[in-house]
């Protein structure tokens, strides 16, 4: 069984990728590093002495079986990105109220 503490970093041979991995080898974590090709998160996990993971998203025979995975790892980052552009167009925290404002947040989104 995986730690609790583990995450995964797809696309972590890209520049994003590859800031987060090495902010987080930093700080003493282990993520496991995934992306498409083997070769270059290969050669990123060796020299970070980290797990690594190779699967292809655009792969239709995968998407099935990583449905979940994805799932999860889509609400765990929008979630919060969507909070801080909406508390960053309202200038309102989620449920805040204030005489001052026309507006008031009510956790609903209309995109």
């Known amino acids: 069984m995986a730690d609790p ?4 970093i ?6 994003t990728g590859r800031l987060v991995a090495r902010e987080a080898k930093r700080k003493g974590l282990r993520p496991v590093l ?3 090709s083997a070769a270059p998160i290969q050669a990123l996990a060796a020299e970070w002495d980290l797990p690594w993971r190779v699967f292809d998203v655009s792969d239709k ?3 099935s079986s990583y449905a979940d995975l ?3 790892m ?4 929008a979630q919060p990105l969507m909070e801080l552009e909406i508390e960053g167009l309202t200038g309102a925290a989620h449920g ?14 209309v995109i």
């Open 5 to 8: 503490g583990t995450f995964l």
């Open 10 to 15: 797809y696309g972590a041979n890209g520049f």
């Open 34 to 36: 995934a992306g498409r």
């Open 61 to 63: 025979r995968n998407r």
């Open 70 to 72: 994805f799932r999860e």
């Open 74 to 77: 889509i609400g765990f980052t």
């Open 96 to 109: 805040e109220r204030s005489p001052e404002r026309i507006n008031q947040r009510n956790g609903y989104r």
